[in-house]
């Protein structure tokens, strides 16, 4: 028996618009549903997560999930919200994609169950691209009318826009691609309905319509909220770009700064849709930290929970001990525990100055460092004032004058790490 699935999406907060009848239609039985993947990239990225959190609570309430790469969309672009066409990609760019896609969904998508409701990927390109445009405008295109797709707020929204640009006929055409996806999944694998982003509401409706008009049969409609943040500023972006699923793009320790990072009222709403904890449990974090928000509860098991889904417990290790580094107390030895790529984002900014590894193996005496040999301090007498007051750390440990750094003190044997109280930081490179 399904459990209800809307009524979690509901508590969730991941419930924007729902067509009558799909609560009920889903308490029937297993079900299938699909969410739209955009593969203009080899990696997801955080705004992506809430479709496929979405197909993972569909697949826990015993349902199907589909999950459709956009391979044949993609060559198309989508209006949906965007104020220009996006690159179109070619056939081994968009496999390629797919490919990687699948890797990071089957992180949170069942694909080899043998309960019947194992995750399917596919992708719209193996269906479209045999369909010639004179098949398509006499099978698909004569069922629609120009004013349906007018009356669409996606069309709207780019011809009424200031923009001089205009809309491209490939654009306008995107809806009756996407509402034959739908159509071709319901007819083939009897799906029944589609999910995505409210702004996808237009596009999903035009599947339900082509599904009644051709096939005599019943589709049904779900979005969810798009995400914003109480700031006002864009989710899932950061001034470095996406926050990609991919540690090669974004690394888990950046990974798992963006989330500690959330806002008080960002956390609340967020722990909800991006993680599979009880309401129960939820509620419980809520009360304890408004009790204590300068412990931040509510952040850090965000950041835990999403960080370990998307990436590993060792990654999430890793991240809170780099993290330690630099905000709270951590030693020599942790340090050189990091390697070279989070070195460098947990000291993303911090100053840097080159030192030949020479230097290095005959001794490097610390007003040197501090002072002549990098600019760290201003002069080689605040240099003495600071080593006096026993403020100096090499690698996290305090230092006197008489310290010389050498080979053994670098990390991942490329850099040296002095610091000046708590807050003032300076690496050393090794060349």
Not at 93 to 111: M, P, S, V, W
Not at 158 to 163: C, F, G, H, K, M
Not at 261 to 272: G, I, L, Q
Not at 348 to 360: C, D, M, T
Request: glycine fraction near 8%; charge should be negative.
């Amino acid at each position: 028996m399904a459990s209800n699935f809307v009524a979690e999406l509901k508590w969730r907060g991941m419930l924007h618009d729902v067509m009558p009848g799909t609560e009920e239609h889903l308490l029937t039985g297993m079900q299938s549903a699909y969410v739209g993947i955009d593969p203009t990239a080899d990696s997801l990225h955080i705004g992506h997560l809430v479709g496929v959190m979405m197909l993972r609570h569909f697949q826990l309430a015993g349902h199907k999930p589909f999950a459709l790469v956009g391979g044949a969309t993609g060559m198309i672009g989508d209006p949906s919200g965007k104020s220009s066409e996006r690159n179109l990609l070619d056939e081994a760019t968009l496999r390629h994609n797919q490919e990687a896609l699948k890797g990071q969904l089957a992180r949170f998508l069942d694909f080899n169950s043998d309960a019947g409701n194992a995750a399917i990927l596919v992708n719209n390109y193996d269906w479209m691209r045999d369909f010639s445009f004179l098949d398509f405008i006499r099978d698909i295109g004569k069922h629609i009318t120009v004013n349906y797709m007018m009356s669409k707020d996606s069309v709207k929204k780019r011809l009424l826009a200031e923009a001089k640009e205009g809309m491209s006929f490939t654009e306008f055409t995107y809806q009756l691609v996407q509402g034959y996806d739908f159509l071709h999944l319901y007819k083939n694998h009897d799906c029944t309905l589609q999910m995505g982003g409210s702004d996808q509401w237009g596009n999903i409706t035009t599947g339900t319509e082509l599904i009644r008009r051709i096939d005599g049969g019943k589709g049904y409609a779900l979005t969810c909220p798009l995400i914003t943040k109480a700031d006002g500023t864009k989710f899932g972006k950061t001034e470095g770009g996406n926050i990609w699923l991919d540690a090669n793009r974004t690394s888990p320790y950046k990974f798992y700064q963006y989330w500690l990072n959330t806002s008080d009222e960002d956390a609340e709403k967020y722990v909800k849709i991006f993680t599979f904890l009880s309401q129960e449990e939820i509620e419980g974090l809520v009360v304890k930290h408004g009790e204590a928000p300068h412990l931040r509860i509510l952040q850090k098991r965000l950041a835990e929970e999403i960080t370990v889904m998307v990436h590993s417990q060792e990654d999430l290790d890793h991240a809170i001990r780099a993290s330690d580094i630099l905000f709270g107390k951590s030693t020599s030895e942790d340090l050189k525990r990091l390697n070279a790529k989070t070195f460098l984002d947990v000291f993303e900014g911090v100053p840097q100055a080159e030192i030949s590894r020479s230097e290095l193996e005959a001794g490097l005496d610390m007003i040197g460092a501090l002072a002549a040999k990098t600019g760290f301090l201003d002069s080689n007498g605040a240099a003495r004032r600071e080593l006096k007051q026993n403020s100096i750390s090499v690698n996290k440990e305090k230092v006197k004058d008489n310290y010389l750094i050498t080979t053994d003190d670098l990390i991942n044997d490329r850099f040296v790490l002095l610091q000046r109280g708590k807050k003032n930081y300076f690496v050393l490179v090794a060349l």
